[in-house]
């Protein structure tokens, strides 16, 4: 049995820094203006696996989730994504055993410019035949983005189906293009769903509300739990996040961190709250996982980059010293890739707190001083 299986598209994500360009406002949208018809100069690109489907995949396997995939990726003409994606879902520790290629398409390939740790993401939905494969059982079914062939195919039945049949809880990050769809074409899911989970501006779209419109967030959380979810969370950017489980209503805020890059945040929140769910939190607490961990992906490129905790973040039950315990990682993984070149810390020892309080587990022997004045030791 699975913990989990993520179903939707996966991409290969091509991340280009803007050096310069203008953010021109019209009609109270912004849009990105750029030299038309010149060559732009641009800083270092990057690519990486990415697509909602592949960061929930990566970043539950990472939280110590069995975790599978349901998705398509392309093999025409020896398309070489095909195998980046496969290899990068093994590292990860990820099943691909329900990864179906199609010969007649290649990847899909998402340009992504980056302008002031903002986003502009040109994208293309390869028109896959969606049909989902025999699944084993698992606990937790993650839905999320697809191309709008799906809409064409029996996919979300075929889902839906298997969610009832083996009894797995469903959460639903829909994609652009199901928010599009609004809230009739995507009854079925809602009521089917253990949560939901969207941003501001897509909650009002999928309520048919313009994004314009001045709305309280409880009545938006309101109104989406009324289509059938058991707990939906909406994030707001800056702002945080607002809960609501059907009784209790909740409100989280960021934990702050240096801004360098967006891709991927959503997921990163998204995936760790689940994860919270998974392992047994009530939606407060695991509002408060999915928080830090999107805390962490913004200050790196690409969405997939960080997650540092790696596990850790269940090690540790008291949020406060969980903020702490990122303090402390953070500092010892800029001294661990000046000297190694590598991003993630495999070497676990642990955190003692020197004021008496419990251990906590982390990695590579130090000690660092936090802002509340106290000191982590870190050792064996």
Known sequence: MFDLISIGDTAVDTIIPLIDAKILEKDGNEFLSLPFGYKVPVNPSVSMVGGNAANNAVGSARLGLKTAIYTNVGNKDEDEWDMRIIAKFKKEK????????????????????????????????????????????????????????????????????????????????????????GQKKNNNIMVSSFIFVCNLEEAKTFLGIDISEKVPVKKLLSKLCDLGPKMVVITDGSNGSFGFDGVNFYQMGIYPAKLVEMTGCGDAYATTLVAGLFYGKDLKEAMKWGAVNSASVVEHVGSQKLRIFNGLILLCPDYHQLLLLHFVLREQQALSSRKSGQHLLTVHSHIRDSSGGQNYYASKPHAKHTPDGKTYYLGH
């Not at 899909?108 to 989902?132: A, C, F, M, S």
């Not at 079914?141 to 979300?156: D, G, K, P």
């Open 94 to 181: 990820v099943d691909i055993r329900y990864i179906c290629e199609s010969p007649q398409l290649p990847s899909g390939h998402n340009i992504v410019l980056d302008y002031k740790g903002k986003r502009t993401i040109l994208i293309h939905h390869q028109p896959w035949e969606y049909e989902l494969p025999d699944l084993d059982s698992c606990k937790w079914v993650y839905l999320t983005s697809m191309a709008e062939s799906h809409t064409r195919s029996n996919i979300i039945d075929q889902v839906l189906n298997f969610s009832g049949r083996s009894g797995a809880r469903l959460a639903y990050q829909p994609g652009t293009l199901q928010i599009q769809m």
